[in-house]
């Protein structure tokens, strides 16, 4: 008869901020969860590293410190067009009338736009370069993403505004904004191919872009909204989709980095 009993769950750790980060991390282990991986919270005030872990998740949040990638902080952006944006009277009635819960989490617990945190920066760049020197599986998600491309090497675009001067930049919690994928990339693999309705939470985007990452995924615009790495799995989205657990589409991410995570892991006993 055999013993053995059920299979171990990977452990997948998810960054996040010493404060302000719970709604993220809340509905990003519950994505993980569900997609059958066991999520661990590692943060720069419990970095934990003495624990290992089979995939990483680097979550959204605080701008990334410009020095990191060779420029300073600008000098904007406007105070006025952040406030503007978010009087919008149709994106305020989405978010009162669908996601009065979410946004009620964000508006107690997000940490404040415009402040940086150089202890999270430090820990999440070990993170991902552990992580990628191990093999593991890595999601970037918003931030995530935009790190993943400074430790690459590239850099990113810090105001956004000079691409939204004719249609104002959309900011929902909703998948309101078409994004197109590459349909030869990893990532389409895991989405399916063509349009992808995204939500919209951030102010900066990748510029130029890092060592062995590649473009699949933008807008209209052209701000980019997806990047992997040309080998391994490493797959960054501007987007949230912990924020979307009804829609499954998006979940798929969650599902494949797990599977993911399982496959390197049982390769290595």
Not at 12 to 22: E, F, H, K, L, S
Not at 24 to 49: D, E, H, N, S, Y
Not at 76 to 86: F, K, S, T, V
Not at 87 to 102: D, K, N, V
């Amino acid at each position: 008869m055999s013993n053995a009993g059920p299979a171990r769950r990977p452990v997948v750790a998810i960054t996040g901020p010493d404060q302000g980060g719970g709604p993220a991390w809340l509905f990003t282990a519950l994505a993980v969860w569900r997609a059958g991986g066991r999520p661990l919270r590692v943060r720069p005030g419990k970095p934990r590293p003495h624990r290992s872990f089979d995939a990483l998740v680097v979550g959204g949040g605080a701008d990334v410190d410009p020095e990191l990638y060779g420029e300073s902080l600008p000098q904007g952006p406007n105070p006025e067009a952040i406030r503007g944006a978010e009087r919008r009277l149709s994106q305020r009635l989405i978010g009162y009338l669908f996601y009065p819960a979410l946004w009620l989490l964000r508006r107690l617990f997000q940490s404040h736009g415009g402040v940086l945190d150089v202890e999270r920066d430090r820990l999440e760049k070990a993170l991902i370069h552990r992580a990628l020197d191990e093999h593991r599986p890595v999601l970037g998600i918003c931030r995530g993403m935009q790190l993943i491309n400074v430790v690459r090497g590239g850099t990113l675009q810090q105001d956004l505004a000079e691409f939204y001067v004719e249609t104002p930049q959309a900011r929902s919690l909703l998948p309101v904004k078409p994004v197109m994928l590459d349909s030869r990339s990893h990532l389409a693999e895991i989405l399916g191919t063509g349009t992808i309705h995204v939500n919209a939470l951030h102010n900066q985007a990748v510029d130029q872009l890092g060592q062995g990452m590649r473009i699949v995924g933008r807008e209209e615009t052209g701000v980019v909204q997806a990047i992997e790495a040309e080998h391994g799995w490493c797959i960054g989205v501007q987007w949230h989709p912990e924020y979307l657990p009804q829609k499954r589409r998006h979940q798929r991410l969650f599902r494949a980095l797990v599977a993911a995570a399982k496959e390197i892991a049982t390769s290595r006993r």
